[in-house]
């Protein structure tokens, strides 16, 4: 919503500063958005007279001037436009000044040899139109030396206002005069508005023909004026229109403008002439078209209202009128139209069909119904003060008047809700400023609501209105008393999962990506996802489609990503969302991570020291068992399958899971088919875990860990190699040679794995060591040996591996 | 007397010319071994007559003294010369690099960052952390919330919808998380203080929108807790956040659907060339949106308005983290370019805490 400072004064009796009533603008709830100060911009521009012009010695196209601006002093201004003679009036800058339609800031200048020391300036120079031909031409009686925008009257400062959608009445210029007088802005200039006698019937009849279906529209009024003599409307109309960046068209059609933005009131003019029968307001018919004033035609359909003639549709209510019934200058009889309509139904007509009208933009927040007929007498009243003619009665259809609208208000509602505590009176002092009337004293009043404030419905409302126009920083801060409840944990099991699974993970070198929730249908396809119930019916962009059913896809493509801007060697992670089906339980938490190239965990890139290679399947098992130990995996439970779902290598892959019921990831390079779908090149692998898979640890009744058991006797270790054959898991190596004695040995380890020379082909040698506790008293060398055969025996007879020769 | 002078003498003189471990030991049998030189005087006592045999006994002892100790002074100098040629051949090039701890390289995201900054200064104030589902229905997204069917205000959301079922109603992403609330007051009878943090989406993308986006929500429903206590709240929030002394804040009126009074926060600030300075300066910028919960609201989720209140507050992680930190472009938050992550991001280890400092 845009006004200037000067219109405003029309409705407020003000001498506050423009930046006073802009700062109270944003501080009841009507932000200002943009001051456009011309008298700021446009001060050091003067009202000068050319006194001299010859031609340059060096140019023949620039003449030399001389310039009165008022002080007595000539200047010497080089002038390159044809129109440049002694004795105009135009106007000037002098050096330093900022001239708007450049950007640039005016230097004295030397033009082939000659000294100029001002410009004497365009149009366009000044921002005023796109006339760059000549210089502005003044006429005589312009004074010398005066400001050229205060004399031109371009010093009406242009104030925008970022409008919520609930306060339709500071659609037009009226109202807001009216919030500002209650915030103590000044005196509010509410005149009444006299009606217009009717000289004769109006010709023209109105039906409101909804059948029995709802009406769009509760009333509709309709004026002729007979005689009129349109024509461009008078200079101070139109700088009023242009100012707010509207277009004069005639003075027919200016005034419905400036009655929309004056009063948040819009109207419509037809051009009687070219209106045939009456009218009938109704629901367009399938297959009805209009050619509307913005020069587009527009398909309708039954959910949209229009208004009709004999020719059929003239008009698309309350959102744009039709090209052929338009007033032109050519008018000499109009029709008035003031009418309220349906606020949805405007709002879906306005969507479907793509149209922000001003119109649309106040009858979709909601006109005030009470003022249909008073805006009526406005437009006809300014219609013969600009145009003359003989104005008709008033035919209306419908009823305009609104609903009483009561609240039973409470005032200790304002201590209550707002911590505020207003005597009655300063409240209704408030109250009665805004337009409404409160009646009664003590615990409740009854507050009337005005017709034009739709938004208020109930107590809080008032509130508001009270708080907003007394100052929100009357509420005094008060101190929030974080009550008796323990100070035990707020956050719940997964949220402490996943704030320690992205600390685990950065503290193994990895970065956290946010990548987006939603990929391309064929990417979520080839992780397991692409249901249709997790397809987006209106994505921003075709590969933003569906939800993610795994992290992995935007991991990696984030790694090619920058991979492609030279930086190969990546470990990204990231937990979050994934999405097996709509249901909220079907939305789980993933941490997952990817690794490419040389992103090895003991450190990323090439080292001197060598330690570094590829990342490989063992990298992201790594990653996925730190994240399982960090938020407390029972890594006992943990069991290790040799499979993963088709996006992994088939033969460097795993599954982690507790029981074959419950898997909680997978780990291993990607599927080279995988990599290639995706687009992006390895070495790369990834693992990815569901948190909520995790089972909640036990409650303990106490914190204390369990005594700690330290034995006196010192533990013994014994290595064995064995031969086995090469599909036979390491795992189960070591589970077998657990099972030689639970109580005796406490740990098993894999200290080398060889194939090749002196091993047989398809076999290979894994080399244990095994850890031997004493319990109760120092183990003989025989006590010794006697285990060490159980754990050979074991191993054969589990894993079929004989101790290497 | 000279015999044993002159011993010494050749005793001390191999002893010192040893230049090896093998040289000493055999000087050292040389002297005291079964066959030494000392050993042999030694076994010449007991020939002498006591008188002499005393005087004699106590020179030869002198004798094996010193040249234990001269034995014991060259092994030192031998093992320590020895120590030394070796360590002349073991020196290192100390000026290689080693690998950076992996603590030191990894880092979390600026939202993680700010999201576990807020939990904290939040938890403090007693609030808990509530969560909701990303694919909302339209009664919880809208409905809920007082927005009107089809009102203008639902405008003012470009929403991701999903395709419509059999029955004609459709899913969305949830355009703010102010669903949750809805969720957290039909789930929980209040005293109700939770905040709310999580992905949001709505159809926008230049360089201040991405069509995702990250808000926390803050709401408290009770039977006592007024504008007066939002305004104290929030001000101990951006002291806190921030990590300023004093802020000045502006709390203009404004309009949401689901709140009433509704109002909108700027801070006030300076701006310079790179950053933007808390607690002083003369410009506003705005932070977040905030009111007291819509009696409409509490209604929709079985709360008497007349005996049940309170407040809600909500803005964007990703813009707080702007501010605070200093990024340009919000879009780069979702690019997952390393050298941005680097840069922008935290370490693991430094975890934010009030009492530890939030950033430091």
């Given at each position: 919503?845009?006004?200037?400072?000067?219109?405003?004064?029309?409705?407020?009796?003000?001498?506050?500063?423009?930046?006073?009533?802009?700062?109270?603008?944003?501080?009841?709830?009507?932000?200002?958005?943009r001051?456009?100060d011309?008298?700021?911009?446009?001060?050091?521009?003067?009202?000068?007279?050319?006194?001299?012009?010859?031609?340059?010695?060096?140019?023949?196209r620039?003449?030399?001037c001389?310039?009165?601006?008022?002080?007595g002093?000539?200047?010497?201004?080089?002038?390159?436009?044809?129109?440049?003679?002694?004795?105009?009036k135009?106007?000037?800058?002098?050096?330093?000044?900022?001239?708007?339609?450049?950007?640039?800031?005016?230097?004295?200048?030397?033009?082939?040899?000659?000294?100029?020391?001002?410009?004497?300036v365009?149009e366009f120079e000044?921002?005023?139109?796109?006339d760059?031909e000549?210089?502005?031409e003044?006429?005589?009686?312009?004074?010398?030396?005066?400001?050229y925008?205060?004399?031109a009257?371009?010093?009406d400062?242009?104030?925008?206002?970022?409008?919520?959608?609930?306060?339709?009445?500071?659609?037009?210029?009226?109202?807001i005069?009216?919030?500002?007088?209650?915030?103590?802005?000044?005196?509010?200039?509410?005149?009444?508005?006299?009606?217009?006698?009717?000289?004769?019937?109006?010709?023209?009849?109105?039906?409101?023909?909804?059948?029995?279906?709802?009406?769009?529209?509760?009333?509709?009024?309709?004026?002729?004026?007979r005689?009129?003599?349109?024509?461009?409307?008078?200079?101070?109309?139109?700088?009023?229109?242009?100012a707010?960046?509207?277009?004069?068209?005639?003075?027919?059609?200016?005034?419905?403008?400036?009655?929309?933005?004056?009063?948040?009131?819009?109207?419509?003019?037809?051009?009687?002439?070219?209106?045939r029968g009456n009218?009938?307001v109704?629901?367009?018919?399938?297959?009805?078209t209009?050619?509307?004033?913005?020069g587009?035609?527009?398909?309708?359909?039954?959910?949209?209202?229009?208004?009709?003639?004999?020719?059929?549709?003239?008009?698309l209510?309350?959102?744009?009128?039709?090209?052929?019934?338009?007033c032109?200058?050519?008018?000499?009889?109009?029709?008035?139209?003031?009418?309220?309509?349906?606020?949805?139904?405007?709002?879906?007509?306005?969507?479907?069909?793509?149209?922000?009208?001003?119109?649309?933009?106040?009858?979709?927040?909601?006109?005030?119904?009470?003022f249909?007929?008073?805006?009526?007498?406005?437009?006809?009243?300014?219609?013969?003060?600009?145009?003359?003619?003989?104005?008709?009665?008033?035919?209306?259809?419908?009823?305009?008047?609104a609903?009483?609208r009561?609240?039973?208000?409470?005032?200790?509602?304002?201590?209550?809700?707002?911590?505020?505590?207003?005597?009655?009176p300063?409240?209704?002092?408030?109250?009665?400023?805004?337009?409404?009337?409160?009646?009664?004293?003590?615990?409740?009043?009854?507050?009337?609501?005005?017709?034009?404030?739709?938004?208020?419905?109930?107590?809080?409302d008032?509130?508001?209105?009270?708080?907003?126009?007394?100052?929100?920083?009357?509420?005094?801060?008060?101190?929030?008393?974080?009550?008796?409840?323990?100070?035990?944990?707020?956050?719940t099991?997964i949220?402490?999962?996943?704030?320690?699974?992205?600390?685990?993970?950065?503290?193994?070198?990895l970065?956290?990506?946010?990548?987006?929730?939603?990929?391309?249908?064929?990417?979520?396809?080839?992780?397991?996802?692409?249901?249709?119930?997790?397809?987006?019916?209106?994505?921003?962009?075709?590969?933003?489609?569906?939800?993610?059913?795994?992290?992995?896809?935007?991991?990696?493509?984030?790694a090619?990503?920058?991979?492609?801007?030279?930086?190969?060697?990546?470990?990204?992670?990231?937990?979050?969302?994934?999405?097996?089906?709509?249901?909220?339980?079907?939305?789980?938490?993933?941490?997952?991570?990817?690794?490419?190239?040389?992103a090895?965990?003991?450190?990323i890139?090439?080292?001197?020291?060598?330690?570094?290679?590829?990342?490989?399947?063992?990298?992201?098992?790594?990653?996925?068992?730190?994240?399982?130990?960090?938020?407390?995996?029972?890594?006992?439970?943990?069991?290790?399958?040799?499979?993963?779902?088709?996006?992994?290598?088939?033969?460097?892959s795993?599954?982690?899971?507790?029981?074959?019921?419950?898997?909680?990831?997978?780990?291993?390079?990607?599927?080279?088919?995988?990599?290639?779908?995706?687009?992006?090149?390895?070495?790369?692998?990834?693992?990815?875990?569901?948190?909520?898979?995790?089972?909640?640890?036990?409650t303990k009744?106490?914190?204390?860990?369990p005594?700690l058991?330290?034995?006196?006797?010192?533990?013994?270790?014994?290595?064995?190699?064995?031969?086995?054959?090469r599909?036979?898991?390491?795992?189960?190596?070591?589970?077998?040679a657990?099972?030689?004695?639970?109580?005796?040995?406490s740990?098993?380890?894999?200290?080398?794995?060889?194939?090749?020379?002196?091993?047989?082909?398809?076999?290979?040698?894994?080399?244990?060591?095994?850890?031997?506790?004493?319990?109760?008293k120092?183990?003989?060398?025989?006590?010794?040996?006697?285990?060490?055969?159980?754990?050979?025996?074991?191993?054969?007879k589990?894993?079929?591996?004989?101790?290497?020769? | 007397?000279?015999?044993?002078?002159?011993?010494?003498?050749?005793?001390?003189?191999?002893?010192?010319?040893?230049?090896?471990?093998?040289?000493?030991?055999?000087?050292?049998?040389?002297?005291?071994?079964?066959?030494?030189?000392?050993t042999?005087?030694?076994?010449?006592?007991?020939?002498?007559?006591?008188?002499?045999?005393k005087?004699?006994?106590?020179?030869?002892?002198?004798?094996?003294?010193?040249?234990n100790?001269?034995?014991?002074?060259?092994?030192?100098?031998?093992?320590?010369?020895?120590?030394?040629?070796?360590?002349?051949?073991?020196?290192?090039?100390?000026?290689?690099?080693?690998r950076?701890?992996?603590?030191?390289?990894?880092?979390?995201?600026?939202?993680?960052?700010?999201?576990?900054?807020?939990?904290?200064?939040f938890?403090?104030?007693?609030?808990?952390?509530?969560?909701?589902?990303?694919?909302?229905?339209?009664?919880?997204?809208?409905?809920?919330?007082?927005?009107?069917?089809?009102?203008p205000?639902?405008?003012?959301?470009?929403?991701?919808?999903?395709?419509?079922?059999?029955?004609g109603?459709?899913?969305?992403?949830?355009?703010?998380?102010?669903?949750?609330?809805?969720r957290?007051?039909?789930a929980?009878?209040?005293?109700?203080?939770?905040?709310?943090?999580g992905?949001?989406?709505?159809?926008?993308?230049?360089?201040?929108?991405?069509?995702?986006?990250?808000?926390?929500?803050?709401?408290?429903?009770?039977?006592?807790?007024?504008?007066?206590?939002?305004?104290?709240?929030?001000?101990?929030?951006?002291?806190?956040?921030?990590?300023?002394?004093?802020?000045?804040?502006?709390?203009?009126?404004?309009?949401?659907?689901?709140?009433?009074?509704?109002?909108?926060?700027?801070?006030?600030?300076?701006?310079?060339?790179?950053?933007?300075?808390?607690?002083?300066?003369?410009?506003?910028?705005?932070?977040?949106?905030?009111?007291?919960?819509?009696?409409?609201?509490?209604?929709?989720?079985?709360?008497?308005?007349d005996?049940?209140?309170?407040?809600?507050?909500?803005?964007?992680?990703?813009?707080?983290?702007?501010?605070?930190?200093?990024?340009?472009?919000?879009?780069?938050?979702?690019?997952?370019?390393?050298?941005?992550?680097?840069h922008?991001?935290?370490?693991?280890?430094?975890?934010?805490?009030?009492?530890?400092?939030?950033?430091?």
């Amino acid at each position: 919503m845009k006004f200037t400072l000067a219109w405003l004064k029309e409705h407020l009796d003000t001498d506050r500063t423009l930046a006073e009533i802009a700062d109270k603008l944003t501080m009841i709830g009507l932000e200002v958005e943009r001051i456009e100060d011309r008298a700021k911009l446009l001060a050091p521009f003067v009202i000068a007279r050319v006194t001299e012009a010859k031609p340059h010695p060096n140019a023949d196209r620039l003449r030399v001037c001389l310039v009165d601006t008022g002080d007595g002093k000539p200047v010497q201004v080089v002038c390159g436009a044809p129109n440049a003679r002694a004795g105009m009036k135009g106007v000037f800058v002098p050096p330093g000044a900022f001239i708007p339609g450049k950007a640039v800031t005016l230097a004295v200048g030397t033009i082939r040899g000659v000294e100029s020391r001002g410009m004497l300036v365009s149009e366009f120079e000044l921002q005023l139109s796109d006339d760059h031909e000549g210089i502005i031409e003044l006429p005589d009686d312009a004074p010398v030396g005066t400001g050229y925008a205060q004399w031109a009257g371009l010093d009406d400062p242009v104030i925008e206002i970022n409008l919520t959608p609930n306060r339709p009445d500071c659609t037009g210029v009226h109202g807001i005069a009216r919030d500002l007088a209650a915030a103590d802005m000044g005196q509010f200039k509410d005149a009444g508005i006299k009606a217009v006698k009717g000289e004769f019937p109006c010709p023209v009849n109105v039906a409101l023909d909804f059948g029995a279906a709802p009406s769009l529209c509760p009333a509709f009024a309709l004026r002729l004026i007979r005689g009129v003599n349109n024509g461009p409307s008078p200079d101070w109309l139109q700088r009023r229109l242009v100012a707010i960046g509207l277009r004069p068209i005639n003075a027919l059609v200016d005034v419905t403008n400036f009655i929309t933005y004056d009063r948040g009131r819009p109207l419509h003019v037809f051009d009687a002439a070219k209106v045939r029968g009456n009218l009938v307001v109704r629901r367009a018919r399938p297959g009805e078209t209009l050619a509307a004033l913005d020069g587009r035609t527009y398909a309708l359909d039954e959910t949209m209202c229009v208004i009709a003639d004999d020719n059929g549709v003239e008009s698309l209510s309350g959102v744009i009128g039709g090209e052929k019934t338009g007033c032109s200058a050519a008018t000499t009889d109009v029709l008035i139209e003031s009418a309220l309509w349906n606020a949805v139904n405007i709002a879906q007509t306005g969507r479907k069909l793509g149209i922000n009208s001003d119109a649309r933009y106040r009858f979709e927040r909601g006109v005030d119904p009470a003022f249909t007929l008073p805006g009526l007498e406005l437009a006809t009243r300014m219609v013969l003060d600009l145009c003359g003619g003989a104005p008709s009665q008033v035919c209306l259809a419908g009823n305009p008047e609104a609903p009483e609208r009561i609240i039973d208000f409470p005032p200790s509602e304002l201590k209550r809700l707002a911590g505020l505590a207003v005597p009655l009176p300063e409240m209704r002092g408030v109250l009665n400023r805004l337009g409404f009337f409160v009646a009664g004293q003590g615990e409740r009043v009854k507050v009337a609501v005005p017709s034009w404030r739709p938004d208020v419905q109930g107590t809080a409302d008032i509130v508001e209105e009270v708080v907003r126009i007394l100052g929100v920083e009357r509420v005094p801060a008060t101190a929030f008393d974080r009550g008796a409840a323990p100070r035990k944990p707020v956050l719940t099991a997964i949220q402490s999962r996943t704030r320690k699974a992205k600390r685990a993970l950065a503290a193994r070198n990895l970065i956290e990506a946010v990548t987006w929730s939603f990929i391309a249908k064929r990417r979520a396809e080839l992780f397991g996802g692409g249901q249709p119930e997790l397809a987006l019916a209106n994505p921003i962009a075709a590969d933003l489609s569906d939800m993610r059913p795994s992290l992995i896809p935007g991991l990696v493509a984030a790694a090619q990503r920058n991979a492609d801007r030279g930086f190969a060697d990546v470990g990204l992670f990231e937990v979050g969302q994934v999405f097996r089906g709509e249901a909220p339980q079907d939305q789980l938490t993933a941490a997952a991570a990817i690794r490419r190239a040389l992103a090895k965990p003991s450190g990323i890139g090439r080292h001197w020291s060598k330690r570094d290679g590829a990342v490989d399947a063992f990298d992201a098992k790594a990653d996925a068992l730190a994240v399982l130990a960090a938020v407390g995996a029972p890594a006992s439970a943990l069991q290790i399958a040799a499979h993963a779902p088709a996006w992994f290598h088939p033969g460097r892959s795993g599954t982690i899971q507790i029981g074959p019921q419950n898997v909680l990831g997978y780990f291993g390079e990607l599927h080279p088919s995988t990599l290639e779908a995706l687009e992006a090149q390895g070495p790369l692998v990834a693992f990815e875990v569901i948190l909520e898979r995790i089972p909640a640890p036990r409650t303990k009744a106490t914190r204390a860990k369990p005594a700690l058991e330290l034995s006196p006797l010192q533990p013994v270790e014994r290595d064995f190699a064995f031969v086995v054959e090469r599909n036979v898991k390491g795992a189960d190596i070591v589970r077998a040679a657990m099972s030689a004695d639970r109580k005796l040995i406490s740990d098993v380890g894999v200290f080398d794995v060889y194939e090749g020379a002196g091993i047989a082909a398809g076999k290979k040698s894994i080399a244990i060591a095994v850890t031997i506790q004493p319990r109760d008293k120092t183990m003989t060398e025989a006590e010794i040996e006697t285990l060490a055969a159980k754990i050979v025996a074991e191993v054969g007879k589990r894993t079929g591996g004989v101790l290497r020769a | 007397m000279t015999d044993i002078a002159q011993i010494e003498q050749r005793i001390l003189a191999d002893v010192a010319a040893a230049s090896d471990e093998a040289a000493l030991e055999a000087a050292r049998v040389a002297a005291l071994g079964k066959n030494g030189a000392i050993t042999a005087l030694l076994k010449t006592l007991g020939t002498l007559p006591p008188e002499e045999r005393k005087s004699r006994g106590s020179l030869i002892n002198g004798l094996k003294e010193r040249v234990n100790a001269a034995l014991a002074a060259r092994r030192e100098a031998l093992k320590g010369a020895a120590l030394k040629a070796r360590l002349d051949t073991e020196s290192l090039d100390v000026t290689l690099p080693v690998r950076e701890t992996p603590a030191e390289v990894g880092r979390v995201h600026p939202i993680t960052q700010v999201t576990d900054e807020l939990t904290a200064i939040f938890a403090d104030m007693g609030f808990a952390v509530a969560e909701g589902p990303d694919i909302e229905t339209d009664d919880y997204n809208f409905t809920k919330l007082n927005f009107p069917q089809d009102h203008p205000a639902r405008d003012m959301q470009d929403t991701f919808f999903f395709n419509p079922k059999p029955d004609g109603s459709r899913l969305l992403l949830r355009t703010h998380t102010s669903p949750v609330q809805v969720r957290t007051m039909l789930a929980q009878k209040p005293p109700i203080r939770v905040i709310i943090p999580g992905r949001t989406y709505r159809s926008d993308s230049d360089q201040t929108h991405t069509p995702m986006f990250h808000q926390v929500e803050g709401l408290v429903i009770d039977r006592s807790s007024h504008l007066g206590h939002l305004k104290w709240i929030l001000e101990e929030f951006c002291k806190a956040f921030f990590e300023v002394d004093r802020v000045k804040m502006r709390f203009r009126p404004s309009f949401f659907p689901f709140t009433e009074p509704s109002l909108e926060v700027d801070i006030q600030c300076r701006r310079e060339k790179d950053e933007i300075r808390f607690g002083e300066g003369d410009d506003w910028l705005e932070i977040l949106g905030c009111g007291m919960v819509h009696p409409n609201v509490l209604r929709n989720c079985g709360l008497d308005p007349d005996d049940f209140q309170g407040f809600a507050w909500g803005m964007g992680i990703d813009r707080i983290a702007m501010l605070k930190y200093g990024m340009a472009d919000l879009r780069a938050f979702f690019e997952a370019d390393v050298r941005w992550l680097t840069h922008y991001g935290f370490r693991p280890l430094d975890f934010p805490t009030l009492a530890g400092g939030l950033s430091s």
